[in-house]
Each structure stands twice: as structure tokens, then as C-alpha cells.
């Protein structure tokens, strides 16, 4: 009986096996983590979000073998970047910033890794869409149940509350597991074209049902964040999937999606307007204001920008009388190009030019996978009126879609990505040293960057709890865990502030805390220059030395840095200090 030869398997299929494996299970961990317990509100989570992204980054890096995880060119903006991040005012949010970029980085290169493994698509795919359904049940159950139980319980209390979380919990607009409700929507945009992926797949009835359920309560909440920006991302999206999700009735429903974003983003508009208590006023208005104070830090500051991580220090003196406070520009783009400078516009534009090669590809190509790079432009589009690209909850995932979008686009081309392991040990004679040059920088850069998130976790856990301790009333032990995040962290101006803050209002009587709150303050001062508070607390230790002088210029400074609030400016400070003017 004739024997039919099989083909030999690959010299090391067992190992590609569990190498997708491994990063399908990083994805997955990383994805729970970032949007269950988002690290702009859980400083644990941020840690592990770091160790995770550092593991699937050396995995990732092990199985591209000689294959560059990013372009060539942007090795030449490496110096541009070292030297705007030393150049820094303040160096701590400096490298907080560059820690959140490459977070963004290693997560699309765990994404593109991805791209290359049909199942693992599907698992990120299942995973979101799992996340976006219990993401839309938190906001529904704040929405009806949460927030009018803490609204009765707050109006009944004897303590005042703040006009702020009143209005917040009497507009209901709710966030989910995430901090603002437009962080909720900008995610919504995500899932949604995903679980209408899913809903299309599914031929069994009762898997449609559920995936069907999932899609009408995302879109509910979705629908009670009363997000703007979360509603435009969310049409962008779910247009760019109408390809592959109904490309037989494409054109009738893209017009529908549109009338229905427009009429929808007018009701959301009204009714943010005419919130009865909100702070603020026109959103649309706010924004511009926040886009005209970015435009004149690129004007003011062009080569490397006013420092990462900076905006939210440098903005009181752009602010103008009817413009709100605020750390974040509203627009990303804007926020990253005065931050670090004209030049950062250079990889923005190779990117973004990048990416819309591949999603015009995809889209004329009618391939699977548009839905994934939809749901990517999604996010790109969300950041020109908002700042979800800050929000690690949200911006992972995201990172995650745009790294897929650039996976290889047939079969061949994932053979062509695995043939370089395959050919490792020849491969690894001819480029051994190289390679090992390589392998040498990305353990450096994979050890600071996990360093500084445990060292950033420890510092911002301890100062938690000291801000916890102090609102208790245990100031003793406040003041213990200030000094241990101070240790922790020596470069934040943060843990010093608050211990030179906690000194002024509880331990002005003792002569060893006021030097230590007075030595707090003035390191405060020198760690970030730029902040108008910083200033105005060290303004009060010379004021309560009755060195007049001293006291005055300090708050002329903050004066300078901040115009336009009342109590920094010169005449009231001399006031205060009993000086007639």
C-alpha cells in the first residue's frame, strides 16, 4: 500500500505555537487589567500594566528575529527626545510622559504581533467585546441606581459637598470603571464595531440573542454619557466597518449613521448646555479655548515645546476670563506638539500618513479586519477634541487595535514574519553581535521603563494614602506616608508639596516641622519651577518668617504663572503681608 509523505512540521512549531499563546494571554490579562482597574485611577495597575507590556515587548521582539518593530527613522528622533525630556522644567512629569508613550508603543507592538495570529484576533476581539458589555452594565446600573443613592445621601448630609460632585451626580452621566464619561464613550467606539463583528458571525440563535443584548445596552450607555466626542469616534467607527459588517445596504445605512450621529450629537449638545448646576458652560466653547491656549504654547515655545507632561502647568498663564482650569488640552495632538515641540509633528504625521495607507487598503480590500482598524481610527479621531490618549484605561486597548492594523495582510506574509524564527540559528551566526547589541538596548530600555513604573506605582500608593490618612483626620499618619512617597520618589515635586501644604495648616507651632515644610517647599519650587501653587506655598513660609521681601517675590511669581487667580496677584499679596501699597 502506497505511504503518502506528510510535510515535515516547521524546526520549531511547537515554540511559535507557545509563543502566541503566551502573547494571546498577556493581551488578554493586559486588556481585564487596563479597563477593570484603569491605571489613571489605580497606580497598582499601572505597575502591572508596565510589567505585562515589558513581557509581551521582549516576547514580541524574540520572534521578530531580525524584522525592525518600528520604522527605521525613528531612531533619529531618539536624541530630540532625550533632550526635550531633559530639557524639562519639571523632569518627573517629563519622564511620566515618555513612560505613557512607549506604554502606547509596546502595546501596538504586542498588537501587531497579534495581527499575525488569526485566533488571537478573534480572542482580543471576544475579550473587548465581553469588556464593553460589562463597561455598559456599570454605567447603567450608576446611571439608575449609584448616583441618585449618593445624591439623596449627600443633599441629606450636614457636611458640605462640593457644588462640583453635585452637579456631576445630578447631570448622570455616567463613567463605568473608568474616570469621565467620555473616557466611558471613547471605548464604547471600540467595542461596538467589534460586537457587531461578533453579532454578524454568529449563526446560532441564542449566541446572536446575547451578542444583540450586548450591542443594545452598549449603545444605551453610550447613549447616557452624553459624550460628544464619545458619539463622533463611535459614527466614525461604525461607517468605516460598513464593508464588512453590511455591504449590501452600505450606502443606505452609512447615510443613516450619519443623520442619526448628527441629530443624537445636537440632543447631547443641548442637554450639556442647560445641565442645571455644571460647572463651565458650551463645551464646544471650552474646547476652544483649551485648542487657542495649546496654539499659543507652540508659538511661544516651538523647537522642544514647553516639556512633556507640561500643559497643565504652563496653561494658567494662557488662561482667559469664561475658559475652565484643566490639565489636558482637549486635542492630544495639539497637547504632544506643545509639549515636545515642533518636531514631534514629524512622527504624527509619518504615523498617522501610515495608518491610512493601511485602513484605505483594508477598507477597498473589504478585509476581515476592518473592523479593527475602525475601531482604531476611532480613537485617532476621538483625540482631536479630547485627551483619551492620557487615560491608560482607554489608550491601551486602543494601542492594542492600532498595532493590529498594521499585521500582515494574507497568510504568506505571516509565514514571511515566522520564516526568520525558523531560521534562527543560521540567522544568529551572520547577525550575532548585532543582534546582541540590540538585545543589550531593549533589556535597558525594558528596565527603566518597568523601574520607574514601580517606582512611580509606590510613590503614588503612598500618597494616597496619605491623602486618605490626612481626609480621616489621621494627620500623624499622613504625614509618615508623605515622607515615605517623598523618599520613594525624591524627584516628584508631589510627595514635598503635600508635606510643605501638611506642615502650613497642622504643624506651623513646632520649629522642626516648619523647617522641614519650609526645605519641602523651596525643593518643591526647584523641581517644577513653572507651578503657580508651588510659588504661592513658599510665599507663606517667608511670610510667617516675616521675611516681607522674599514672601512678595515669591508671590509675584505666582502671580506671573497664574494671572488670573485672585489671591496670587501682588496687591492682595502685599496685603497679606501687611504692606501698604
Known amino acids: 500500500m502506497p505511504t503518502v509523505e506528510r510535510p515535515a512540521a516547521p524546526p520549531d512549531a511547537g515554540g511559535l505555537t507557545r509563543d502566541r499563546l503566551l502573547l494571546r494571554a498577556l493581551a488578554c490579562a493586559l486588556l481585564a487589567l487596563a479597563v477593570l482597574r484603569p491605571p489613571e485611577t489605580y497606580a497598582w495597575s499601572g505597575a502591572a500594566c508596565s510589567v505585562l507590556l515589558a513581557a509581551a515587548g521582549c516576547l514580541a521582539w524574540l520572534r521578530s528575529a531580525d524584522l525592525p518593530l518600528l520604522p527605521a527613522w525613528t531612531a533619529g528622533l531618539l536624541p530630540l527626545t532625550l533632550v526635550a525630556v531633559t530639557a524639562a522644567s519639571c523632569r518627573a ?69 462640593s457644588p462640583y460632585v453635585i452637579a456631576r451626580l445630578q447631570g448622570g452621566r455616567p463613567s463605568g470603571p473608568f474616570t469621565l464619561p467620555a473616557a466611558l464613550g471613547g471605548f ?19 449566541q446572536q ?13 453610550l447613549f447616557l454619557t452624553r459624550s460628544l466626542g464619545g458619539l463622533a469616534a463611535t459614527a466614525v467607527s461604525l461607517v468605516l466597518s460598513l464593508p464588512i459588517l453590511a455591504p449590501r445596504r452600505r450606502g443606505i445605512l452609512l447615510t443613516a449613521v450619519a443623520l ?35 496654539a499659543e504654547m507652540i508659538s511661544d515655545h516651538p523647537l522642544l515645546g514647553t516639556g512633556p507632561g507640561s500643559f497643565g502647568t504652563f496653561y494658567p498663564r494662557y488662561l482667559r476670563p469664561g475658559m475652565n482650569e484643566t490639565r489636558y488640552a482637549h486635542d492630544s495632538y495639539l497637547q504632544v506638539i506643545s509639549g515636545w515641540g515642533l518636531w514631534s509633528i514629524v512622527p504624527i504625521s509619518g504615523f498617522l500618513l501610515a495608518f491610512a495607507t ?184 517667608f511670610r510667617a518668617l516675616g521675611e516681607t521681601a522674599r514672601a512678595v517675590r515669591e508671590q509675584f511669581s505666582a502671580h506671573q504663572l497664574f494671572p488670573l487667580r485672585e489671591t496670587y496677584r501682588l496687591p492682595q499679596a502685599m496685603k497679606d503681608a501687611g504692606i501698604e501699597p
Open 93 to 161: 512629569r517629563a519622564f511620566d510622559e515618555a513612560g505613557v508613550a512607549l506604554t502606547l508603543i509596546l502595546a501596538a507592538i504586542l498588537g501587531r504581533a497579534l495581527a499575525q495570529d488569526t485566533s488571537g484576533r478573534d480572542t482580543v476581539a471576544g475579550i473587548l467585546v465581553a469588556l464593553g458589555s460589562i463597561a455598559a452594565v456599570l454605567a447603567v446600573l450608576q446611571h439608575h441606581v449609584s448616583y441618585p443613592e449618593l445624591l439623596r445621601g449627600l443633599m441629606t448630609a450636614a457636611d458640605p459637598v
Open 260 to 294: 442619526a450621529a448628527v441629530a443624537i450629537g445636537f440632543l447631547f449638545l443641548q442637554a450639556r448646555r442647560i445641565e442645571v448646576g455644571a460647572p463651565g458652560g458650551d463645551p464646544l466653547l471650552l474646547r476652544a479655548g483649551n485648542w487657542r491656549a495649546a
Open 188 to 206: 464604547f467606539a471600540l467595542t461596538l464595531p467589534l460586537t457587531l463583528l461578533l453579532l454578524r458571525r454568529r449563526a446560532d440563535r441564542w
Open 209 to 221: 440573542g446575547a451578542v444583540l443584548g450586548a450591542v443594545l445596552i452598549q449603545a444605551y450607555a
Open 358 to 541: 493601511r485602513l484605505g487598503r483594508a477598507w477597498r480590500g473589504r478585509a476581515e479586519d476592518l473592523p479593527f482598524a475602525a475601531a482604531a481610527a476611532a480613537f485617532l479621531t476621538h483625540n482631536l477634541v479630547d485627551f483619551t490618549a492620557f487615560l491608560p484605561g482607554v489608550a491601551i486597548p486602543s494601542a492594542l487595535l492600532v498595532g493590529m492594523s498594521f499585521g500582515p495582510d494574507d497568510p504568506i506574509a505571516e509565514e514571511a514574519a515566522d520564516a526568520p524564527r525558523q531560521a534562527a540559528p543560521e540567522a544568529a551566526r551572520g547577525l550575532g553581535l548585532a543582534r546582541a547589541w540590540r538585545a543589550l538596548a531593549a533589556a535597558a530600555v525594558m528596565t527603566v521603563f518597568v523601574g520607574h513604573a514601580l517606582l512611580s506605582a509606590r510613590a503614588e500608593i503612598l500618597l494616597q494614602g496619605a491623602r486618605s490618612a490626612a481626609a480621616e483626620g489621621h494627620q500623624t499618619d499622613a504625614l509618615a506616608l508623605a515622607r515615605r512617597a517623598a523618599r520613594a520618589r525624591p524627584g516628584d515635586p508631589v510627595p514635598q508639596a503635600f508635606i510643605a501644604e501638611w506642615v502650613l495648616e497642622h504643624g506651623m507651632n513646632e520649629e522642626a516641622l516648619r523647617r522641614e515644610g519650609e526645605r519641602q517647599a523651596e525643593r518643591a519650587v526647584r523641581l517644577d519651577p513653572e507651578s503657580a501653587i508651588l510659588h504661592h506655598n513658599l510665599s507663606l513660609y
